[in-house]
């Protein structure tokens, strides 16, 4: 489930736009989560990965920046990474398209604060993961992995090396090294009866 979602951007960790989960606002635990996404806004530059997921205790940031915007969410740790992702793209998507062209002239904080409503129904949509949309989303996962089993499988089936090869004096001598094993069928002891008739 998206708890909370924040827009930032990267120069200088200007926040851009916010939402947050209505039943997790009264958690104390949730402003901690609200204060580190905060100093991590403060902690991105160039030298950051484009996508990443960080572990906050049963929590998990994950995080998209694009075109000098960080979009950012935190998920339960449960929660699908890829579901995640695909909903800081939707959500990079439509706020570019909003606000691209004046993300640079902007001077206050949460200047695009109307683009909650979007965020809200966003998450709406992201919240019933069995729906079409995501179900979508998650037989793309499967195919990744059969397409993943798929080639463990035929790897199998790849000739092997020279070296695994018996080689012709190996099998030369096979038919001696049989040879020395017996064949012959032990002599079991006699069985004893207890059996009376």
Known sequence: MVLLTMISRVQDALLLAASMQ?????????????????????????HSPNRCSLQAGPMTFHYLISQGICYLTLCEAAYSKKLAFAFLE??????????????????????????????????KSYLDTWSKRH?????????????????????????????????????ARMPNSSAAVPLMPKLLPPVSSSWYL
């Open 22 to 46: 209505e039943t997790e606002q009264s958690n104390r635990n949730f402003q901690e989560y609200h204060n580190q996404a905060k100093q991590l806004f403060r902690k991105l530059g160039d």
């Open 135 to 171: 179900l979508s989303h998650i037989n793309l996962e499967l195919q990744d992995v059969q397409k993943i089993m798929v080639t463990n499988i035929e790897e199998l089936w790849i000739p092997r090396p020279a070296t695994c090869q018996l080689s012709p004096r190996n099998t």
């Open 90 to 123: 939707e959500l990079q998507a439509e706020f570019w398209e909003l606000y691209g062209k004046k993300v640079s002239s902007v001077s206050r904080p949460y200047a695009f604060i109307e683009f909650d409503i979007y965020i809200q129904k966003l998450k």
